[in-house]
């Protein structure tokens, strides 16, 4: 290629550019809600996103209980979902299949509204509000929708959702074990807390941790105990040990978790 033919089509795409921009501006200035949603509907067919969400914030209510309405709905939220918007998105989405049930649209805005929450689901250190709604969210879509096409996805990202709640039960539980007997025994609170999780997420893939940390708390509470208390927190050790090492024989934890086995029963009166 020349460098004429080049220049020429550098100059080409400029106005172009500078054409598409100033009739983006035009719209945006344009009072008539029927134009903007035409344009906005344009532009999302072209990938224009970011386009799109600021077109149809003003539109939305014209058409709102109209036949246009779950539609409008629907390019508003898709829009802002490829916009990374997740939580906006995630209220259009919901906001279309509650009012629209029976637009052929409202099962894909179901599934869309999980999936959204299912995106900013927070670290599990943080508070797990968003994690909850997406779980509800998803469960609600399996629900009513056995069959779809997106189960296997949803049913990965509940599982995900379980596991991202099943860590925050494990952090907790870690800090209740590694405070110990600071102001009190927080190793009963650490071992309650690991198998509240084991019952509610029993799939979760932080179930050895989970187990161990049972252990390994049970292990120091006996060796803080009186000794009217200790010989039946001894036992509640082997049992601990018992249920690791029959889930895991050959666990990352299973030498310490033979070796507290072992003190624990030579420490057992027969």
């Not at 500078?18 to 903007?36: F, G, H, M, N, W």
């Not at 299912?118 to 509800?136: E, N």
């Not at 860590?167 to 209740?176: G, N, P, Q």
Request: proline residues 3%.
């Amino acid at each position: 290629m020349t460098r004429q033919a080049l220049l020429r089509i550098l100059v080409l795409s400029w106005l172009l550019l500078t054409s598409s921009c100033a009739e983006y501006v035009r719209i945006q200035k344009s009072k008539d809600p029927s134009l903007r949603y035409s344009y906005a509907k344009k532009y999302y067919n072209e990938g224009k996103y970011g386009r799109v969400a600021e077109l149809m914030v003003d539109v939305l209510p014209q058409y709102e209980g109209t036949q246009e309405g779950a539609q409008a709905l629907y390019i508003m939220a898709d829009a802002l979902l490829h916009n990374k918007q997740e939580s906006s998105a995630a209220e259009y989405f919901r906001r279309l299949y509650t009012k629209y049930p029976q637009d052929p649209r409202a099962t894909e805005a179901q599934y869309k509204t999980g999936l959204s929450l299912y995106r900013i689901a927070p670290d599990p250190r943080l508070d797990q509000s968003v994690t909850y709604s997406a779980l509800k969210e998803l469960q609600g879509f399996l629900e009513a929708h056995p069959e779809s096409e997106h189960r296997k996805e949803v049913e990965q990202m509940l599982f995900d959702l379980q596991d991202n709640l099943a860590k925050k039960e494990l952090i907790t539980a870690d800090l209740y074990y590694n405070l110990g007997t600071y102001l009190g025994n927080n190793y009963i609170s650490a071992i309650i807390t690991a198998r509240n999780a084991l019952k509610a997420y029993p799939y979760t893939k932080h179930r050895e941790e989970l187990l161990f940390i049972i252990l390994e708390s049970s292990y120091q509470q006996a060796m803080n105990s009186v000794e009217s208390k200790k010989q039946g927190r001894l036992r509640e050790v082997i049992d601990a040990y018992y249920n690791y090492e029959n889930a895991y024989p050959q666990g990352k934890y299973i030498k310490r978790a033979k070796s507290m086995r072992d003190r624990a029963q030579r420490m057992i009166v027969s």
